[in-house]
Nanobody, 116 residues
Framework: QVQLEESGGGLVQPGGSLRLSCVAS????????LGWYRQAPGKQRELVAS???????DVADSVQDRFDISTDNAKNTVYLQMNNLIPEDTAVYSC??????????WGQGTQVTVSS
């Protein structure tokens, strides 16, 4: 059973930065799809950034030029670098991995709060 564990969330002031990490229990190179999602209170979960097939990167328009997704295969880790944070970025951030059999795995999530 694959396990994903996020970390790096916390309280940050507007304009600040955070880097979220998602560590997988297995090799992330075995996953077809890796993504970061977020869910704010009272809102639906939305895709923030993803990597498909190891080469196709996608970032939501709302975070374009501020957020970036990357991987470190040696550490089995997916990162979400978040810069110039705004209060609207406040949410629980979760990572998702999909294997080649199209089985989905989710982490528990990490809270990000942007507030002065």
């Amino acid at each position: 059973q694959v396990q994903l564990e996020e970390s790096g969330g916390g309280l940050v002031q507007p304009g600040g930065s955070l880097r979220l990490s998602c560590v997988a229990s297995g090799s992330i190179s075995s996953f077809y799809y890796l993504g970061w999602y977020r869910q704010a209170p009272g809102k639906q979960r939305e895709l923030v950034a993803s990597i498909t097939g190891g080469i196709a990167y996608d970032v939501a328009d709302s975070v374009q030029d501020r957020f970036d997704i990357s991987t470190d295969n040696a550490k089995n880790t997916v990162y979400l670098q978040m810069n110039n944070l705004i209060p609207e970025d406040t949410a629980v951030y979760s990572c998702r991995a999909t294997d080649t059999a199209f089985r989905d795995y989710w982490g528990q999530g990490t809270q990000v709060t942007v507030s002065s």
